[in-house]
Structures are given as structure tokens and as C-alpha cells.
């Protein structure tokens, strides 16, 4: 009885710390779900059901495992299916627009070009990114694409001068230099006149990106740039385990290229990125200026997404020029006819239409964002939608970039001849092609990646023809970006042209 007792006044003493908690969980794992659900269904919006804590992680794991298996034809474009096989089948089943559990976390999934450009475009209302995992921000660094508010302008008033056209024109030659440096190792290399030469990710476009990053950006020489290539790639690959370690080691990397540029002074610390960033640091000005830890962040950030961007335009073009040789030729026939054997420079690359066209047919079919993630943080009307706050909204660039309604029948065909008169005139929806984001967000290097996509594109044509190796199995796979699951090796076959040299 004295124990009865004792264990209800226990309960007594404990049922006001206890309740408040007890409801939380209802409220997150049940109350809210169902409320949200119902929500939706009333805009005519459904998805696949709510489960009890994990929401439909399972399904997703699941489905994706599986799709991860897939080999596709070399010539297929659809890779939608392959990649995403959850929103797949989940459009298949509940429209263009539906609803899907994260966990925990409400998710709509909205394919409309128009709806997604509002959201992308809005200053209020939505916050840049969900709740972020602290390992994601650890390997990609919290930079411009990560902050928000006041912060976010002044950084991007910051380094938009260092991505100015004139920045990118005396660039060029560092671009050039760089690639003479992958082209020449190609040269030692090779034996006969064919040689197969098997270009990973994380090795020739991969250095070779890194090394251009690293040289015009931040103005390292080989050495250092290879030192910070070699420890952003171990975080990269490693970034789950020993986390913390691998990140200062990165970091240290990006301090040493800091403090060698403090102790030149030279003409003002310079001015490229580095350089404008530092200058910030030193400015009295609070509009204008940085803390050493936001330069080290942005160096980071900047290093690996405009690494990671360019590398796989380039892969992914790489591959649709081994396919279409007839393009292929194309291209190279403006290039000798723009600036024959010579170096190219940044007049050469204006002069390039085709190439442009490639380049963006390349981004539509394989662009290397193929999502954008927003968070409603408070309840928003976008269109006829009404979002509840907290809502995740995904914007699914590959899905608009491929869907027939939008680019017609041929819309998972190889066709840059679609951007002859422009981009705005390539879909019958104008908003449709998002290869880089839109509104203010706007990816601030997206002149940078072209830049260098071109520089590099244009002298291997001068001096290879590419065909694709029959060892090649197309699996295209979503790790953050889009990358070709088994690596790309190629046949490279050096023309004969005597000047190249």
C-alpha cells in the first residue's frame, strides 16, 4: 500500500514536467501530420501516406537502392526515373504537384515552372534551405549558399565585383594556362595514335578544376592549390567519418593561401576573390565588411561548389559530344574557325554560338543542380496554393528541364538547336529552364563555370577527337548533384595537327 502511495505521488510531482512533453510528441509524430494531410487534401493535394515517425524514408530507401542498380542505354536521356524513382512514381500516381513526408517533415513537391520561379524569386516567406545537417555545412562550408538576411547582402555585395565580366576576362588566361597543364600530361601519356584515357570525377576534370579554382580565385601556385584539392577531396570522401579532423585540415589549407597573401600586401592584397575578401576584412565600413572565419567559410564554399558545378558540365557534356559526333564535329569546326590553333581568349568564347548552345542543351538534359530546396517560414499563398510554415517545398529542376509539356516530343533528345533563338524562346514557358536558379539567389559564378567550360572545351577540340569507351555503363546517380555513378572513360584521339603544340 506504502508503495502504491509512494509511486502515485510520484506521478503527481512528475505529471507537469511529463505532460507538456507527452503532448509535443503527439503533436509532432500525430496531431500535426494529420492536421497538415488534411490541409492539403482540401487544395486537392495528396501523396503517399503519412507512417508513424519516418514518414516515407522507408519507401524512398528503398526505391532508391534499388534504381541504384539500374544501367541504362548510353543514348538515353530519361534519367528522371532513374534518379528520382520515388518522385516517379509518386507523380505517376498523385500529379504534378503532391505531398510527402520527410520524417517528420511535410514535403511539396511542385513541378510547375511558373510556381517554381515565384518561390525561388521571393525575398519573404521562404527561408534558403531546411534545416541544414551539420556535416553537410561542414564538407561545403557555410558560404553564400547557406546564409541568410543581412548577412547573405553583404556577402553578396562582397564578392559580386570578383565574378564581374571584366574579373572573368582576365581569368581567362589562368583558365588557359591550367588547361595546357592537363593537355600536356594528356600528350606525355598517350602512346600510338589512340590512347583510352578514363577521366573519373575526382580525377583530370576534377584536378584540373580544382587547379583553375585555386589559381584565378585565389591565386595559389600549382602546389598550393594541389595541397587544398588533395584535403578537400579526403573531406569529401570521408566526410561522415573523422569529420572534425578533415575539416581543419581543410581549413589550414585555406589559411596558409590567407596568411601568404597577408605577408606579400601585394598591390593591396590583390584583386581577385581572395584578395576583395580580404580587403573586407581590413574595411571599417560594416556594409562592407568580413571576418577572417566568414573568409575561410567562403573560400570553402566557393572552392568546392564551383569545383563541383564545372567538373560536371563538363563530364556530362563530355558524354554528349561522344555520343553525337555530329555535333561534335560542329563544334569543332567553329573553334578552328574562330581562332584556328591558338590559344583562345575570352573574345573567342563570345564568337562561340554553338557551343553555347551545347552547353546549354547539356545543362537542361544534365545539369548538375537537379533540385532547389525552400522552407515556408510562415504561412505563405504562392499561386492557388496555400503552404503551411515549416512546409519543405523541392523544386525539381530535372523533372521541368525533360517534361514533354513544356520542350515538346523531343524533350529527352540531345537538341541544342532548341536554344538557336535564345533561351527564353527554347520551351513555350519561358520559366522554364533553371539551370543556375533564378530571383536573387542566382548562382553568383554561374559566368565562372561557363567560362571555364568553354575554355577547356575548346582546346580539347583543337587537339582531340572524343569518343565514348565501350566500358562506360550509363547510371546517372543524385549525390547532392548529379554524377555519372561509374565515372566516364572516354577514347581520345589526338588530331593531326602539327601548330597544336
Keep these: 500500500m506504502e508503495l502504491l502511495s509512494t509511486i502515485n505521488l510520484l506521478a503527481f510531482v512528475l505529471l507537469p514536467f511529463v505532460a507538456p512533453k507527452i503532448w509535443e510528441a503527439c ?7 494529420w492536421m497538415i494531410t488534411s490541409r492539403f487534401k482540401k487544395q486537392g493535394i495528396s501523396g503517399p501516406k503519412y507512417r508513424f515517425v519516418y514518414g516515407n524514408l522507408e519507401e524512398i530507401k528503398k526505391m532508391k537502392k534499388e534504381a541504384k542498380g539500374w544501367v541504362l542505354d548510353p543514348n538515353s536521356n530519361d534519367i528522371f526515373p532513374c534518379v528520382f524513382p520515388h518522385y516517379h512514381q509518386w507523380l505517376s500516381q498523385y500529379g504534378e504537384t503532391f505531398l510527402y513526408w520527410n520524417g517528420t517533415k511535410p514535403t511539396l513537391f511542385i513541378s510547375d515552372p511558373e510556381l517554381g520561379k515565384q518561390i525561388l524569386s521571393s525575398k519573404l516567406g521562404f527561408a534558403v534551405i531546411a534545416k541544414t545537417r551539420p556535416e553537410v555545412l561542414m ?43 592537363m593537355l600536356e600530361e594528356w600528350r606525355i601519356h598517350k602512346c600510338g595514335e589512340e590512347v583510352m584515357m578514363r577521366m573519373e570525377i575526382n580525377k583530370d576534370y576534377h584536378r584540373l578544376i580544382s587547379d583553375i579554382i585555386a589559381t584565378t580565385a585565389f591565386g595559389s601556385s600549382y602546389e598550393e592549390g594541389i595541397e587544398l584539392f588533395r584535403s578537400q577531396s579526403e573531406l569529401e570522401e570521408y566526410f561522415v567519418a573523422s569529420l572534425t579532423s578533415l575539416d581543419k585540415k581543410v ?64 563530364t556530362w557534356t563530355t558524354l554528349l559530344l561522344s555520343l553525337n559526333q555530329d555535333w561534335q564535329e560542329k563544334l569543332r569546326e567553329e573553334v578552328f574557325n574562330e581562332c584556328g590553333n591558338k590559344i583562345p581568349d575570352s573574345d573567342t568564347f563570345s564568337r562561340l554560338k554553338l557551343m553555347n548552345m551545347v552547353l546549354m542543351e547539356s545543362l537542361r538534359l ?49 537538341n541544342p538547336m532548341r536554344f538557336e533563338n535564345g533561351v527564353s524562346q527554347a520551351a513555350n514557358q519561358p520559366n522554364a529552364f533553371l539551370p543556375f536558379s533564378v530571383g536573387p539567389r542566382t548562382c553568383i559564378a554561374q559566368n565562372f563555370a561557363m567560362m571555364e567550360t568553354k575554355t577547356v572545351l575548346t582546346m580539347i577540340l583543337q587537339r582531340f577527337r572524343i569518343s565514348l569507351s565501350p566500358e562506360y555503363k550509363h547510371a546517372p546517380v543524385d549525390n547532392f548533384n548529379l554524377y555519372p555513378q561509374y565515372g566516364l572513360p572516354v577514347m581520345l584521339q589526338p588530331l593531326d595537327t602539327s601548330a597544336q603544340r
Design 27 to 33: 503533436w509532432i509524430f500525430l496531431l500535426r501530420p
Design 139 to 181: 564538407l561545403f562550408g557555410k558560404g553564400l549558399a547557406f546564409i541568410e538576411g543581412d548577412d547573405w547582402v553583404r556577402h553578396r555585395r562582397i564578392l559580386n565585383p570578383a565574378f564581374s565580366m571584366d574579373r572573368l576576362k582576365v581569368m581567362t588566361k589562368g583558365m588557359v594556362d591550367c588547361t595546357l597543364r
Design 251 to 314: 581549413k589550414n589549407s585555406i589559411k596558409k593561401m590567407i596568411d601568404a597573401r597577408l605577408k606579400s600586401n601585394f598591390m593591396n592584397y590583390g584583386d581577385d576573390l581572395l584578395g576583395i575578401m580580404l580587403k573586407a576584412a581590413t574595411s571599417k565600413e560594416s556594409e562592407t565588411a568580413m571576418r577572417m572565419d566568414e573568409i575561410i567559410e567562403e573560400c570553402k564554399a566557393i572552392y568546392i561548389s564551383g569545383q563541383v558545378n564545372s567538373m560536371i558540365l563538363l
Design 366 to 414: 544534365y545539369g548538375p543542380v537537379i533540385k532547389m530546396v525552400r522552407e515556408a517560414t510562415q504561412d505563405i499563398k504562392i499561386g492557388h496554393l496555400d503552404i503551411p510554415k515549416g512546409t519543405s517545398i523541392i523544386v525539381p529542376f530535372l523533372k521541368m528541364h525533360t517534361d514533354k509539356a513544356i520542350w515538346g516530343e523531343d524533350a529527352q533528345q540531345f
